[in-house]
């Protein structure tokens, strides 16, 4: 495999890791993105009903952070839980957009349903000071961790005979 860019020559590949463009399975193909129907348009069944959500979870000195991609949802749709007392549950639902008679849809690539993710947390977690925050489609979640007990201060003491 050539290690040189297709911009200078080589052609791309799908399995190309070096690849600078995204590969499309489906291009050149025809796209007929609903079944014609007499009566009404239907959303294909290709539409997920279980929707991915990303979700990053770092841990700084003081708390586990997890932040969720939730673009075009409100507060409202989205749940953050504690599951068992130790489970972070993160959950929500994304709602199709309505269907006009008039429309065309030409491509379907937001997903719609459900999205749920779970989160199993460490002992040093303080369950109970989970606090939540939205901005920009971001979900913010920090849960605290319980401060590290320092070493006790160790003297030796001479035994005396």
């Given at each position: 495999m050539s290690l040189i860019p297709h911009f200078l020559g080589r052609r791309s590949s799908p399995f190309d890791p070096f690849a600078l463009e995204a590969w499309d399975p489906f291009e050149g193909l025809p796209i007929r993105p609903f079944p014609s129907s007499s009566s009404s348009h239907h959303f294909p069944s290709e539409t997920?009903?279980?929707?991915?959500?990303?979700?990053?979870?770092?841990?700084?000195?003081?708390?586990?952070?997890?932040?969720?991609?939730?673009?075009?949802?409100?507060?409202?749709?989205?749940?953050?839980?504690?599951?068992?007392?130790?489970?972070?549950?993160?959950?929500?639902?994304?709602?199709?957009?309505?269907?006009e008679k008039t429309d065309t849809w030409h491509r379907v690539e937001r997903s719609s349903g459900r999205f749920e993710r779970r989160f199993r947390l460490p002992e040093n977690a303080k369950v109970d000071q989970v606090k939540a925050a939205m901005e920009d489609g971001v979900l913010t979640v920090t849960v605290p961790k319980v401060e590290p007990h320092k070493k006790a201060h160790v003297r030796s003491i001479q035994i005396s005979g």
């Amino acid at each position: 495999m050539s290690l040189i860019p297709h911009f200078l020559g080589r052609r791309s590949s799908p399995f190309d890791p070096f690849a600078l463009e995204a590969w499309d399975p489906f291009e050149g193909l025809p796209i007929r993105p609903f079944p014609s129907s007499s009566s009404s348009h239907h959303f294909p069944s290709e539409t997920s009903s279980f929707v991915r959500t990303n979700i990053d979870w770092k841990e700084t000195p003081a708390a586990h952070v997890f932040k969720a991609d939730v673009p075009g949802l409100k507060k409202e749709e989205v749940k953050v839980e504690i599951e068992d007392g130790s489970v972070l549950r993160i959950s929500g639902e994304r709602n199709r957009e309505s269907e006009e008679k008039t429309d065309t849809w030409h491509r379907v690539e937001r997903s719609s349903g459900r999205f749920e993710r779970r989160f199993r947390l460490p002992e040093n977690a303080k369950v109970d000071q989970v606090k939540a925050a939205m901005e920009d489609g971001v979900l913010t979640v920090t849960v605290p961790k319980v401060e590290p007990h320092k070493k006790a201060h160790v003297r030796s003491i001479q035994i005396s005979g």
